[in-house]
């Protein structure tokens, strides 16, 4: 039995979809990372109950954050993306966090650039907050490491392939870290909207909408290039198809995320039959209901959907590119060099 909510909602559902794949279904997946971040800073010493807990986000580690802090008695205050929903602040407000949400913008650097700057700011009116830093501090790896057991355990023998959004590095990136103490053969395929540095699309811009939590117009320090095997890009409409696709298919609903990841899995089992392909689905679909599942009749069939393989970012067009990364580092752009 759980103490607390939290805990039941860090543990993900693994569903075998059939044809190779398995869904690696979170309710909200940023509440296994903040949770075991928190409990660790508490073990170290590093902040005791009471304290403020402090961190910019795009909406479901805000949730995550908002989570732990209630668990473990502490104080939560977020810098939140234009994304962030009324559902959402209304949770965050209940819970006891505060928040202070960006004005909306269609621009990912815009926003983005404006949260660092407020966290920065805060920080010197409250240095005794304590800054979370989810997109470069390696604390947020450690909850994926049962996730990454639960995996082994119910996805039994046989070779995987991981597939999942790339976002700050964190789930994914700790994911194959703790999968490949097993199997160190294990694939791992990272997705990326256009538009993010992260892996060199930063010169293509999507017309259609952000991807929330899958890109970065900044350098992330969590995000270990070496890890990746294969990089996928996919436009908003590419991954509207997905969505789409595997709430009618498989009758999950999922966020828009979820839907670039849902494609580049089928193709990439389709392509290797031999492997079983597991893909992260970070949240539900609520937030996208509007902007998303209300233009389920203008989707795409997935089947007639297929990446363009390319041999570098440069070669990058809208609406679904595929490239083998081959594990290489960062390109100059992505380098994190400092908060």
């Known amino acids: 039995m759980d103490d607390h909510v939290s805990e039941a909602i860090a543990r993900p559902d693994l569903i075998d979809l059939g044809a190779g794949l398995l869904c690696l279904r979170f309710e909200s997946m940023k509440v296994a990372s903040a949770l075991a971040a928190v409990r660790h800073l508490l073990d170290t010493g590093a902040v005791r109950p009471g304290d403020t807990l402090m ?9 995550g954050l ?3 802090a209630h668990r473990y008695g502490l104080h939560c205050h977020i810098i939140g993306s234009t994304t962030i929903d009324h559902p959402l602040r209304q949770q965050l407000a209940v819970l006891g966090a505060t928040l202070e949400q960006m004005p909306p913008s269609d621009d ?6 404006r949260r660092v700057r407020r966290v920065k700011q805060v920080l010197r009116e409250h240095p005794d907050y304590h800054w979370m830093r989810q997109y470069h501090d390696v604390i947020h790896g450690l909850g994926y490491r049962a996730v990454a057991d639960q995996i082994r355990k119910e996805a039994g023998e046989g070779p995987l392939t991981l597939v999942g959004g790339v976002g700050s590095g964190a789930s994914t990136g700790a994911l194959a870290r703790y999968l490949r103490e097993s199997a160190p053969d294990t694939p791992l395929v990272g ?5 993010s540095v992260t892996f060199g699309s930063d010169h293509v811009t999507d017309p259609q909408i952000i991807i929330a939590g899958i890109g970065s117009s900044i350098p ?23 969505s789409v696709d595997l709430l009618r ?7 828009l995320s979820t839907g670039a990841a849902y494609l580049v899995a ?40 297929s990446p363009r393989e390319i041999g570098s970012p440069k070669e990058l067009s809208l609406p679904w ?8 580092p960062a390109p100059e752009q992505a380098v994190h060099r400092s908060d």
């Open 55 to 63: 961190d910019s986000s795009s909406g479901i580690y805000a949730y």
């Open 66 to 68: 908002a989570l732990a």
């Open 108 to 113: 990912l650097r815009l926003d983005q650039n």
């Open 191 to 195: 997705v990326q909207p256009f538009g």
């Open 220 to 242: 992330f320090g969590n995000v270990d290039h070496t890890l990746y095997d294969t990089l996928h890009w996919t436009g908003f409409d590419a991954a509207l198809a997905g």
């Open 249 to 255: 298919r498989h009758a999950v609903f999922a966020g």
């Open 266 to 305: 089928r193709w990439e089992a389709a392509a290797d039959p031999d492997r079983r392909v597991v893909f992260v689905a970070a949240d539900t679909g609520h937030r996208y209901v509007d902007s998303v599942f209300a233009r389920h009749e203008e989707a795409r069939d997935v089947a007639d959907l």
């Open 321 to 328: 590119c595929r490239m083998d990364w081959g594990r290489q």
